[in-house]
């Protein structure tokens, strides 16, 4: 990720570490488009500058090799 975007956004679980919630797991049983069969970790990164209003998500798909997608 661009270094700008490490310093604003944080993952869900580090901002609310008592919940489980922010880490899914998605799996896609045969290839859909681009997307190959396997299975995935979606990861949630929320806007933490105090000002900010924008509301911006990012979502980091990872799949079972560890490589983003």
Known sequence: MDELLEQALAPYEEIFPQ????LTELA???KVGKARAGSYLVVEYYCVIKECDCRQVL???ISDKGRRV
């Open 19 to 22: 919940t489980k919630k922010g």
């Open 59 to 61: 979502l980091d798909v």
């Open 28 to 30: 896609v049983p045969k």
